[in-house]
C-alpha cells in the first residue's frame, strides 16, 4: 500500500485544533487557581459531552467503558484485526495548564476527520480513548481508567474514598462507567495492535535541543527508598565540635555524594533526587539528633538504579561510620520501567522525521501508557514544553507544534495499519 502518498494528504488543520484546545480548556472550575478540571466533577462532565459530540462529528461511534472511560471507534475494513488506539487524558492537575493530556485526546479526533474528509479507510479500527482521571486523583491513585481498561484496579483502590465518603466505585458509577463489568470488559494482551499517545514533553529537552517532535525510548521504572540517620541531640553551645554527632551535617555529606552517584555516567541516562526530608528535633540550639530522608533514582534500565543504590548504601555507611551516626536504609517503593519496541519506536521516528526535527529521549513522568503497556506495544510522540513547564497555568505549547505532532501521529497510525502484525515483527 502507498503510505507515502496518503501520509502527505493527512494535514492537520492548525486553526481547527487551536479552536478544539480552547474549547476543552476552557471548561475549569472556577473556585480552583489555573485550568482546572478535576476528573469526576460536574466540569469534568460537562467537557466530556462536548468531547463526545466532537467524537461523533468525526464519524466515531462514542460509547463509555465500564472504567467510565470514554471511547470513540471507528471501524476498519478488516473486522479480525485489533484496533489500533490513540489515548490520553482530559483531566488536570488543580492549578493545572490548557495542553496536559487534552492535547492527545484530541489528535485523535483530528486523525478522525482527516482520515474521513481524505477518503481513506484504515485496515484496522481506529479507537479514540479519552482515559478517566490520569492525574492523581481524590483516591490517592492515578491511572484510574487505563487500570480499569486493563483489569488492574483491584477491590482494594474501588473502594477507597474521598474526602466526602464517595467511593471510588461510586465515582466510576456516575461518571457513566459500570463497576461491576470491569472483570468481564478487561481487555486482554494483543487486545490492541498498538497504543499510541501524543504529549507534551513536560520537560525542556526539545526546547533546548531545537527539535520540534520527541519519540520516547521508554517510561522510566522508579525506585524510592528511605534513609534515617541517627546521631545524638545535644546542646548547641555547650557540645564541642570533636564531640558531636550532627545527624543533619552527616546527611549534608551523604546528600552530596547521592547527587555525585547519579550524575556519573551509566548504561542509561537516570535523575536522582532527594526531595523530602525531616530534621530532628529542628531547633536552632540544638545539634541535630536525626535526619529522615526519601530519595528516589528514575532510569530506564532499572540495573542502574540498584547499581547506584547499591553504591550509595556503601558511601554513606562509610560516612556514617566516620562519624559516628547510625544509618538505616529502607527500600519504599519501585515500579518497573516500561519500555518501547524497538520496531515501534523505529516506526514512529520515521513518522516523526519526516514532518519536523526529531529527538529521542525517555520519558521520565508515568502516563496512561505505563498502564496499557499490559496489553499492547505503546508508542508516544512528545510536542516541547515551553520553559520545560507543565502541571502550572503557565504550561504552554505552541500550536504549531501541537498540530505537527498530530500529522506524526497520522503517519504513525497510517504506517502501522500498513504492518503486518505491528510491535510484533522481529
Ligand atoms: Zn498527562
Redesign the pocket.
Known amino acids: 500500500m502507498d503510505v507515502g502518498n496518503r501520509a502527505t494528504r493527512l494535514k492537520p488543520d492548525t486553526d481547527r485544533l487551536r479552536s478544539d484546545i480552547e474549547a476543552l480548556s476552557g471548561f475549569v472550575d472556577e473556585t480552583k487557581p489555573g485550568w482546572t478540571r478535576r476528573p469526576f466533577t460536574v466540569w469534568y462532565d460537562r467537557s466530556r459531552n462536548w468531547l463526545a459530540e466532537r467524537m461523533r462529528e468525526a464519524g466515531l461511534t462514542v460509547h463509555v467503558d465500564a472504567a467510565s472511560n470514554l471511547i470513540g471507534l471507528l471501524p476498519g475494513s478488516d473486522p479480525s484485526l485489533p484496533p489500533i488506539m490513540i489515548g490520553?487524558?482530559t483531566d488536570t492537575v488543580t492549578g493545572g495548564g490548557r495542553f496536559?493530556?487534552i492535547i492527545?485526546v484530541l489528535a485523535g479526533i483530528e486523525i478522525a476527520r482527516l482520515l474521513k474528509e481524505n477518503g481513506i479507510a484504515l485496515r484496522h479500527p481506529l479507537e479514540v480513548v479519552d482515559f478517566t482521571a490520569?492525574?492523581p486523583s481524590e483516591y490517592g491513585i492515578s491511572t484510574v481508567g487505563s487500570r480499569g481498561m486493563v483489569g488492574n484496579l483491584p477491590d482494594e483502590m474501588l473502594e477507597r474514598t474521598d474526602a466526602s465518603g464517595l467511593t471510588l466505585r461510586e465515582a466510576i458509577a456516575r461518571q457513566g462507567g459500570s463497576p461491576e463489568k470491569l472483570a468481564v470488559q478487561a481487555r486482554k494482551p494483543g487486545s490492541a495492535a498498538v497504543y499510541l499517545e501524543l504529549?507534551?514533553e513536560?520537560g525542556p529537552v526539545l526546547e533546548q535541543t531545537g527539535h520540534k517532535l520527541g519519540v520516547v525510548l521508554g517510561i522510566v521504572g522508579i525506585h524510592r527508598y528511605r534513609t534515617t540517620i541517627a546521631g545524638e541531640p545535644n546542646h548547641a553551645g555547650t557540645t564541642p565540635m570533636s564531640m558531636r554527632r550532627d545527624a543533619l551535617a552527616g546527611f549534608c555529606e551523604i546528600g552530596l555524594a547521592f547527587e555525585r552517584l547519579c550524575k556519573q555516567t551509566y548504561a542509561a541516562d537516570v535523575v536522582g533526587t532527594i526531595g523530602k526530608l525531616t530534621n530532628e528535633p529542628n531547633a536552632s540550639n540544638v545539634v541535630p539528633g536525626a535526619v529522615i530522608f526519601d530519595m528516589e533514582i528514575r532510569s530506564l534500565d532499572t540495573s542502574v538504579c540498584e547499581e547506584i543504590y547499591r553504591a550509595f548504601a556503601e558511601e554513606a555507611s562509610q560516612i556514617a561510620a566516620a562519624r559516628g551516626l547510625d544509618l538505616r536504609l529502607e527500600p519504599l517503593s519501585k515500579s518497573e520501567a516500561i519500555p518501547v519496541e524497538p520496531k515501534v519506536k523505529e516506526r514512529i521516528y520515521e513518522a516523526c522525521a519526516s514532518v519536523a526535527p526529531t529527538a529521542m529521549l525517555p520519558s521520565g513522568?508515568g502516563?496512561d501508557a505505563n498502564q496499557i503497556a499490559r496489553i499492547a506495544p505503546i508508542g508516544m510522540i512528545f510536542v516541547p514544553s515551553r520553559g520545560g513547564r507543565s502541571h502550572c497555568p503557565e504550561e504552554w505549547t505552541d500550536f504549531e507544534d501541537v498540530a505537527a505532532g498530530v500529522e506524526a501521529l497520522a503517519r504513525a497510525v497510517l504506517s502501522f495499519d500498513d504492518a503486518p502484525a505491528p510491535g510484533g515483527e522481529a
Do not use: L, R
Request: hydrophobic letters at 15%; zero cysteines; a negative charge.
Open positions: 490520553s487524558h496536559d493530556g492527545g490520569e492525574e504529549h507534551i513536560q513522568a502516563h
